[in-house]
Every structure is written in structure tokens, then in C-alpha cells.
């Protein structure tokens, strides 16, 4: 490949092995873990991530899309991977070529799949979901006596697994936790009543690994907390989870612009005194969030700098006045750590409305990953 510019983010694998064998200690031998790695790991790259999580012992992937599940296929990952998300009309072949593991919550969706299963004489294992109360995917409670004796006829559709989500699992304080893995544990013995043995019973997300025992579940679903990012709030204190992602670009130019000038488009920010700014390249198409303008830090030197004005589609803007030995070339690190000071995922998302998970999904295409051991 080309050299690129020096914008890139670099992926700490060591970190990414380290969190996962948090969660695996955290949840006990008897537990699976089933790596989610949608959203091309969060932002962080599938091709160099779930190499990393096989070998540490993820035990299935999870992806939202069928496409993100033949990708996987084809970086050689040979473990169930279950969509998490949707079979659409049509992926069936692909479902059955690449042995993608299907989440049901859809008869129309499971005839489809059952009959291309049989056209080609094979079985597909899939993934049943109950809704216990997300209200999002999944089958509600009181409809599964009806649905598994149809599921039940289905000769070309295997069930291994039963699962649901949790809603409020980030907010340990609320009991709908607590009723859910109730209804769940109920959805189990039925389930079981109609004849059905899955081998997998799930419920958690990061959030549910770390804020309650497991009771009745034999596999979690990480995402976020494989990548460092539940780090706030109640788990603060809990663990010690390390950042795998870190942004960082270098500067391109610097300049002295006297007292009163304005900078960047609209002049939001104008120097009050004879000022040293530099121009970094990375902007709103990189993922650097537009709403970091004027109230955005970097580190430079291990400092800490200030977007001075508003945040381009290509270019930010920071003011390096108060750090006179900066030169074109300098290392700039826009997310994580850089000598003792640290810009987390957390307080970037805390300064633009958001969450971690999409300040990682957010970082665009045109970023190269690049991964470090
Ligand atoms: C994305 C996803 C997860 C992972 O959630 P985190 O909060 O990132 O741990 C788990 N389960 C399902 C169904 C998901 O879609």
C-alpha cells in the first residue's frame, strides 16, 4: 500500500487479549464467551481483531449482518458465528454456504431458511431470541406456544442456542435486570418442555457480565468491554479494563497569528493573544466529531491542547501557544494515551452527547487500523 498521511489508528492487541481474559476469568471456565466483533470490531478492525480473540479462546463471533459474517469467514475464522442481527430475504445461500449460525425471531424468516436448507439436504443451526423485555428483536414470551411446536416441524433448522437482551443492564440499580433473567429462566424450561436442547443459554452484553451473576446462562456476548470502553459510570471501579484503540495524526503546519484573528470556518474562535496554531490533518470525515469544535483536547508532548475553532471535514485546528517547542511533525493523539495523560473514549463521548461505542464505530473507513503487539 501507499504511504498514507499520518492519520491512523493503532490497535493495541495486548490490550484486546488482556480484557478478553478478564471476561473469560470473570464469568468462570463453565462459561463460553462469544466474541462481538460487528461493525468491523467496533471501529477497530475485524481483519487484525478476531484472529487475536480465536486464539484466546472466543468460542463463537457475533456479527449484526450476514456480510460481516462471510467476511469473517473469509479472514479464516472457523468458529460458529452467529448474526446477531438480521437474515434478510435472499441471504439464505449465504447463510448456508459460509455456516453462519442465524438468530431467529421470525417464522417467516425461518420457513425461508428451513426450505433452502432442505433444497441442498443440509441442516442450519441457529440462535432462537425471546423478547423479555427490550422490546426490540425476538419472539414475546407469550407467543412461544405457538411458535415452537412450528418451529419444532422444521426438520432442516437445529436449534443451538436460546437467548435474549437486556435492556437496562447499564443501570445496575434498576430491577428490570433482575426480571428478566426471571422471564428468561421461565423461556428455558418451556423451550425445554417442547423437546428443544439448546446448547447455549445467553442473555449478557458487557454491561450484564459486570453487573450481576449469570444465573442459567452458559455463554456471554461482549462487545464493548472487549474493546476498553465500559470503563464509566457504575463499572468504573470494578475492573481494569485497558483501551485497545488509539487516534492519533501528527502536525502539518504551524503558525503565529497575532491577537484578534479569527480561525477556521465561521471565526469561532479568535485568538486573544499572539497565538501559536497548528493544523493537524484529521476532520469530521475521519470521525473526528464536528461537535468537538472549540471544546476538544489533544495531547501533544503529553499535554494537553484545545481545537481552536471548528472542526473541518479534513483539518482540525489546535492552539499550541502555551507549548513553544512543538514542531511540524509532532506527534498528536486525539483518542487515548500519550506519556501520563490520557483522552478517553468516555470523555469524548461525554463532550459530544454519545456513548463510547460510537466514537469507535465512528472513526470512518479512510483511517487505516494498524495493529500493534
Ligand atoms: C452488540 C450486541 C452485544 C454486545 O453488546 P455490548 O454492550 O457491546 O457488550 C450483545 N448482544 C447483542 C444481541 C448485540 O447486538
Redesign the pocket.
Known amino acids: 500500500m501507499s504511504v498514507s498521511r499520518p492519520t491512523r489508528v493503532e490497535i493495541d492487541l495486548a490490550a484486546l487479549r488482556h480484557n478478553f481474559q478478564e471476561i473469560q476469568s470473570t464469568v468462570g471456565a463453565n462459561c463460553d464467551v462469544l466474541a462481538?466483533v460487528?461493525a468491523n470490531a467496533?471501529g477497530h478492525g475485524v481483519s487484525g481483531v478476531a484472529p487475536v480473540l480465536a486464539d484466546a479462546g472466543a468460542s463463537l463471533f457475533?456479527v449484526?449482518l450476514v456480510e460481516e459474517g462471510v467476511e469473517l469467514r473469509s479472514l479464516g475464522i472457523e468458529q460458529p458465528i452467529v448474526i446477531?442481527?438480521s437474515v434478510f430475504p435472499g441471504q439464505e445461500d449465504d447463510v448456508l454456504e459460509h455456516r453462519l449460525t442465524p438468530?431467529l425471531y421470525d417464522l417467516t424468516c425461518a420457513r425461508l431458511l428451513d426450505s433452502a436448507a432442505r433444497d441442498v439436504g443440509r441442516t442450519v443451526d441457529y440462535h432462537l431470541k425471546v423478547d423479555t423485555g427490550m422490546g426490540r428483536?425476538g419472539f414475546r414470551v407469550e407467543r412461544l406456544d405457538q411458535v415452537l411446536p412450528v418451529l419444532k416441524k422444521m426438520k432442516n433448522l437445529n436449534m443451538t442456542g436460546l437467548?435474549s437482551?437486556l435492556a437496562v443492564?447499564?443501570e445496575p440499580e434498576r430491577p428490570l435486570t433482575g426480571l428478566q433473567y426471571e422471564a428468561f429462566a421461565r423461556v428455558v424450561e418451556k423451550v425445554e418442555t417442547f423437546g428443544f436442547t439448546p446448547r447455549y443459554r445467553h442473555i449478557a452484553?458487557?454491561?450484564?457480565?459486570y453487573s450481576r451473576k449469570l444465573t442459567g446462562c452458559n455463554l456471554v456476548?461482549?462487545?464493548?468491554?472487549?474493546y476498553g470502553?465500559?470503563t464509566g459510570g457504575p463499572f468504573a471501579s470494578q475492573f481494569t479494563q485497558k483501551p485497545v484503540m488509539r487516534f492519533v495524526s501528527q502536525i502539518a503546519q504551524l503558525k503565529e497569528i497575532p491577537p484578534g484573528e479569527g480561525v477556521s470556518y465561521g471565526h469561532r474562535f479568535v485568538t486573544s493573544r499572539h497565538s501559536r496554531v497548528a493544523a493537524i490533518p484529521v476532520g469530521y470525515a475521519d470521525g473526528y466529531n464536528r461537535l468537538l469544535t472549540n471544546c476538544g483536547d489533544v495531547l501533544i508532548h503529553g499535554r494537553r491542547v484545545p481545537v481552536a475553532g471548528t472542526v473541518c471535514m479534513d483539518w482540525i485546528l489546535v492552539d499550541v501557544t502555551d507549548l513553544p517547542e512543538v514542531q511540524v511533525g509532532d506527534q498528536v493523539t486525539l483518542l487515548g494515551r500519550d506519556g501520563d495523560a490520557i483522552i478517553t473514549a468516555e470523555e469524548w463521548a461525554d463532550k459530544v452527547g454519545s456513548i463510547t461505542?460510537e466514537v469507535f464505530c465512528n472513526i470512518s473507513k479512510r483511517v487505516p487500523r494498524v495493529f500493534v503487539d
Not at 452484553?205 to 457480565?209: H, K, P
Open positions: 462481538v460487528k467496533y457475533g449484526a446477531l442481527g438468530v428483536l437467548m437482551h443492564a447499564d452484553n458487557s454491561a450484564g457480565i456476548r461482549p462487545g464493548i468491554s472487549l470502553g465500559l461505542y
